[in-house]
C-alpha cells in the first residue's frame, strides 16, 4: 500500500460547481498536511497547509484533515476556469531528516 | 528576485554533453531538494540538503551529481544522462528538513536527445 493515494482523473466540472479532492494515507504519524497547485510546465505552488485535524478556509479554498479516516480534502466553491490545473496533496511527521509525501496529484478542468 | 528561481527553464542535450541546472532561493531558508517529475508520475525526491549538507540520496544515479556551495545556491550537474532522465526538474527550499513546507521553483524542463 502506498503512503498516500490520491486520484489521478481527470476531473472535468463546468464553471460555478462545487469541486471536492480527496487524498487518503496510511501512516497514522502524519501531523502535517498541505495543498499544492500545478499550473501545466510550472512548479507547484503552496494553496493551504493545516496541521492535526479540522477545517481551514480561505477564500474559495477549504481544506479538511479527517485524521481517524486516515483522509484529507480540499473543496473549492464555485470554481473558476483559472482553478484548471493540478492539484497535489502533501503531508509529513514534522521531525529532523523526513521530507514531505507527495501524491500523485488530481488533474482538474473547470470549463467556462 | 523573490522565492525559489531555477535556470536554465528549458534545456536540450545530447547523451554525451556535460549541463548544470543552478536553483537560488531568497527565502532565508536552510533546506534545499531537487525533485524530479516525468508524465503521470508522482514527483520523485532526489536529494537534500540541510545546512550544505547532504542528508538524503534517493539512490539517485551517479550520472546526477548535485552540489550545494551554500544554504541559498543550489545544482544538479548532469553528465551522460539517458532519453528516460527526461523530465521537468525542480527545485524546492524549506526552513528546516524536518517535513516543513517546500516552495518550489518554476523547475527545468529537460530533454535528452
Known amino acids: 500500500q502506498k503512503e498516500v493515494e490520491q486520484d489521478p482523473g481527470p476531473l472535468s466540472v463546468p464553471e460555478g460547481a462545487i469541486v471536492s479532492l480527496n487524498c487518503t494515507y496510511s501512516?497514522?504519524?502524519?501531523?502535517?498536511f498541505m495543498w499544492y497547485r500545478q499550473y501545466s510546465r510550472k512548479g507547484p505552488e503552496l494553496l493551504m497547509y493545516?496541521?492535526?485535524?479540522g477545517n481551514k478556509e480561505d477564500g474559495r479554498f477549504t481544506a479538511q484533515v479527517d485524521k481517524s479516516s486516515k483522509y484529507i480534502s480540499l473543496f473549492i466553491r464555485d470554481s473558476q476556469p483559472s482553478d484548471s490545473a493540478t492539484y497535489l496533496c502533501a503531508m509529513s511527521v514534522r521531525q529532523a531528516g523526513t521530507a514531505l509525501i507527495f501524491g500523485k496529484g488530481t488533474t482538474l478542468s473547470v470549463s467556462s | 528576485e523573490t522565492g525559489v528561481t531555477q535556470t536554465p527553464r528549458h534545456l536540450v542535450m545530447g547523451m554525451t554533453n556535460k549541463k548544470s541546472l543552478k536553483c537560488e532561493q531568497h527565502l532565508g531558508h536552510n533546506a534545499m531538494y531537487w525533485y524530479k517529475q516525468s508524465a503521470k508520475k508522482p514527483l520523485e525526491l532526489m536529494f537534500v540538503?540541510?545546512?550544505?549538507?547532504?542528508?538524503e540520496n534517493n539512490s539517485v544515479p551517479s550520472r546526477f551529481s548535485p552540489e550545494c556551495p551554500n544554504s541559498s545556491h543550489l545544482f544538479l550537474h548532469l553528465h551522460t544522462l539517458q532519453p528516460e532522465d527526461s523530465a521537468l526538474y525542480l527545485c524546492a527550499s524549506s526552513q528546516d528538513n524536518r517535513g516543513e513546507t517546500q516552495y518550489f521553483g518554476p523547475g527545468t524542463r529537460l530533454l535528452v536527445l
Open positions: 493545516t496541521y492535526s485535524s
Open positions: 501512516n497514522s504519524a502524519f501531523q502535517y
Open positions: 540538503y540541510n545546512f550544505k549538507e547532504q542528508t
